[in-house]
């Protein structure tokens, strides 16, 4: 059975900011915007036997650099079970190496120039990591690193590095099956102080195990948008709170007010309510796990915007089992404001994306956030229900006909559904009087609830027939207009149904027929009596029950 390792990061370039927090957008296609790797170096090679990452420069290699775009590759990481394009990113991501397992290694590298006269620039990326745990010494282990190198200076950056080492113990990460370990999607930072008007190059490295055993690969995306990476920081003026959000995947969070004079709050999210006047400036000091990323302060401004944010979403959602809801559909948003961007959460923060928001199975509290075109945010919650009708049916006793057995009988009403009665599982036979069932079988209630979904349960029906129907006729008869006995009929015991009666003579000459019971012979023939003597008489008619045919036939003496 092979080991194995996987990675997946989520690169975010977000914000370089100066005392006075002018925005500096990140350089050309940094998140494979164009979709190929232009303005990216790639290298390939291979890690030895104590554990250096030998690499060469080359072009993209085929499954080794690979674009990922929407609908073309496979959406779930198979171990990590995380969208593998990235969820915060734009169109594409790429993956870095495969799942070869012949101590290969893999970089991707670009160079950037801090601005000039830049004090801070931080990089926030956001990533999901799956790495196997061999039992290997540690500098034989699978990894994937992120590094700044200053390139002016010829020197990597202490505090902007990550070593991921695969470990039972990394932070933050969760067993998935044996020895695989994964974290989903998280951001951290590169904090970059006084490098303003030098020449800079991340590096994303890499690479199996160097026994050739085990592999690994990475997803990354990078965010081509320069703004903050605090969001909630505009408010609209009909809103009544807000909510400052700083970027996950920290150890800690601190919030302050701007002068770092006063503690706020020690979570991910500031919520405020009411909202602070307009241009109030709020801290976070953001404290990353061990060893993954530096300590780093942002700052942020909360800005009053002239304009209404109308957001409005149902208390409760409702779908069925298998279909599920969709969060996505516009009548779930109806009567909100024009051209809201909608994004689709787990939590409230807005930190656990919702993968196919269009496709909710499972019964539970979902969020909605709406941004509008002057970025007021607004988060509301969507109470998704989903369940079909309730239907617990009984089999009704066994009767006798002319005893019938009622369907509707067979179970308990709820008065907000509405029941059909069927004679196929596939409800395509309606039942033609589901009160009065009169044959043994098998039947099918379904249940509608006011959404549409359905539940069937069948129904075992047992009826006992009746007997057959019998036909009888006298052996004689005198048509001599005394009174008695003068008209030759049948009687019809049972569930039957007079259909014909024909009678021919001994030549086979037919001289009586009659289609109703009431129409009785009387011994003529062509209006004149018929001679005595022997007739033969057939009668055609219908057992009702079974609604079959049923054919008698015998022999009367005619009598003068």
């Not at 830049?118 to 699978?142: C, G, K, R, W």
């Not at 605090?230 to 809103?239: D, E, F, H, L, V």
């Not at 953001?286 to 979403?313: E, H, R």
Request: hydrophobic fraction near 35%.
């Amino acid at each position: 059975m092979k080991l194995f390792k996987a990675l997946c990061i989520f690169l975010c370039l977000v914000v370089a900011k100066t005392k006075a927090q002018e925005v500096y957008c990140p350089p050309s296609n940094i998140g494979f915007e164009s979709g190929n790797f232009s303005n990216w170096e790639c290298d390939t090679g291979h890690i030895d036997r104590n554990g250096n990452v030998l690499v060469s420069p080359t072009s993209a290699q085929f499954d080794r650099h690979t674009i990922y775009g929407k609908g073309i590759y496979p959406e779930i990481d198979p171990f990590g079970k995380f969208p593998t394009l990235c969820p915060y990113g734009g169109k594409y991501s790429i993956r870095l190496g495969n799942q070869d397992t012949a101590r290969g290694a893999e970089r991707i590298s670009y160079n950037f120039v801090v601005p000039k006269g830049v004090n801070e620039y931080d990089l926030i990326f956001y990533y999901a990591v799956v790495l196997q745990d061999p039992p290997h010494l540690s500098f034989q282990q699978p990894r994937f690193t992120v590094k700044a190198f200053d390139v002016t200076d010829n020197t990597y950056v202490d505090c902007a590095s990550f070593n991921f080492i695969a470990s039972a113990n990394l932070p933050g990460f969760q067993r998935a099956k044996d020895s695989v370990y994964f974290k989903d999607w998280s951001p951290s930072t590169l904090h970059l102080q006084g490098y303003g008007g030098k020449q800079m190059r991340l590096e994303f490295t890499t690479n199996d195990c160097t026994l050739g055993r085990h592999f690994g690969y990475a997803y990354i995306d990078v965010n081509e948008d320069c703004g903050s990476p605090i969001t909630g920081n505009a408010y609209c003026s009909n809103q009544k709170s807000a909510t400052l959000l700083g970027p996950g995947g920290f150890g800690a969070y601190t919030w302050y007010n701007s002068d770092l004079s006063q503690p706020l709050a020690f979570t991910r999210g500031l919520y405020l309510s009411p909202p602070p006047p307009n241009g109030t400036r709020y801290a976070v000091v953001l404290t990353p796990f061990n060893g993954l990323g530096c300590t780093d302060t942002l700052y942020t401004t909360v800005n009053k915007i002239d304009a209404n944010l109308i957001f409005n979403v149902p208390d409760t959602l409702r779908g069925c089992v298998g279909a599920g809801a969709d969060l996505t559909a516009s009548s779930v948003t109806a009567g909100s404001s024009p051209n809201l961007t909608l994004s689709y959460y787990t939590d409230e923060l807005g930190t656990q994306y919702l993968f196919h928001p269009e496709k909710i199975l499972t019964s539970g509290t979902y969020y909605i956030k709406a941004v509008n075109a002057e970025g007021c945010i607004n988060v509301r919650a969507v109470n998704v229900d989903i369940r079909n009708p309730t239907l617990t049916v009984t089999d009704p006793v066994p009767v006798t006909f002319p005893v019938t057995v009622d369907l509707s009988a067979v179970f308990e009403h709820n008065a907000n559904y509405s029941y059909n009665y069927y004679t196929d599982s596939a409800a395509t036979r309606p039942v033609a009087d589901y009160q009065h069932i009169a044959h043994t079988g098998v039947y099918y209630v379904q249940a509608v609830n006011s959404t549409g979904c359905t539940t069937e349960r069948h129904v075992n029906v047992t009826v006992t027939p009746p007997p057959p129907p019998v036909i009888k006729s006298a052996n004689t008869f005198t048509p001599n207009n005394d009174g008695i006995n003068d008209f030759f009929t049948l009687t019809i015991t049972g569930f039957g149904e007079f259909g014909s009666l024909k009678i021919y003579n001994r030549f086979g000459l037919l001289i009586f027929e009659s289609r109703s019971q009431n129409n009785r012979w009387d011994g003529k023939f062509n209006g004149k009596p018929a001679n005595t003597g022997t007739y033969y008489w057939v009668f055609e008619g219908k057992n009702t029950y079974y609604n079959t045919k049923v054919t008698e036939s015998g022999f009367i003496a005619l009598i003068r």
